[in-house]
Each structure stands twice: as structure tokens, then as C-alpha cells.
């Protein structure tokens, strides 16, 4: 499994970062590989996601949440393998550290080759760069 761990500081105070974040609904607004995100129970979530051009879904469970500080999931069916951990640290009133932890397991020689190339890694910095500018740019649903 590929280990990816990222962080990007926030604009925004930390209760609309973290309140964005559980809009999962919204990734593929700034996920450029997440098709769609459809919440199926309390907790699980149907994913479609196209990555170097192969198209995959997967279905993911939440395993921990701490209101404001930590969300944690797994996949538990589907293309993907992968866990995950987000975490929320308040820098100052209106600035927001998240770091993300990601553990993957790239299903085809595809996404096998473009994780070894760095291009998975890569695409989670640009992610949550996109994420950054979405929140700072006010975009967010009422």
C-alpha cells in the first residue's frame, strides 16, 4: 500500500473547513478524479472515480469521527482499497491546518505505475489545493 500524507492551510475558520470536508457530495467540485460521492447510510458512501483514465467505484465507511477534529474511513467494497484519516488543527481564528494521511493499495498496473511515478501523490497536493480555493473562495452551499 502507497502511504500519501499532505497538509494545506486553510483560509477559514476551522468549523467551515471541517463542515466542507463532510460535503462529500461536493468533492467532485474540486476533486478533479471524483466523479460523483452519494452518501448510501449514516456513515457510508458510494464513490465513482476516474483516475488515469480508468473508471472505478467503491463504496467506503466512515470508522471514526471527532466532531471538528478527525474523520477516518476505509473502503469496504468495490475497485479501490484504501484507508484514511483527516485531522483539523486551528492555526488562528481564521486559519486552518488540514493534514491528511492516506494508505492505497493502486487496483491496476495503470494506477500502480502513476503512484511509483509520484503522480498519485501529486494529484492529492493538487486536491487539497483545489479544496483550500474552494473554501477561501466562498463557494460553499448555504
Do not use: C
Amino acid at each position: 500500500m502507497a502511504r500519501i500524507e499532505e497538509s494545506v492551510e486553510v483560509n477559514a475558520p476551522l468549523p467551515a473547513v471541517y463542515e466542507q470536508w463532510t460535503r462529500y457530495e461536493e468533492f467532485p467540485d474540486f476533486m478533479r478524479g471524483v466523479v460523483s460521492v452519494e452518501r448510501t447510510a449514516p456513515g457510508a458512501t458510494r464513490w465513482v472515480v476516474d483516475a488515469v483514465g480508468v473508471h472505478r467505484e467503491f463504496e467506503a465507511r466512515t470508522t471514526e469521527v471527532v466532531p471538528g477534529e478527525r474523520l477516518a474511513w476505509e473502503s469496504v467494497a468495490g475497485d479501490v482499497r484504501q484507508a484514511g484519516v483527516v485531522t483539523f488543527h486551528r492555526i488562528e481564528e481564521d486559519t486552518t491546518r488540514l493534514m491528511l494521511q492516506l494508505e492505497i493499495e493502486p487496483p491496476g498496473l495503470l494506477e500502480r505505475l502513476a503512484e511509483a511515478l509520484g503522480f498519485v501523490d501529486r494529484r492529492v497536493i493538487d486536491d487539497l489545493r483545489d479544496f483550500k480555493h474552494h473554501v477561501e473562495s466562498g463557494r460553499r452551499a448555504a
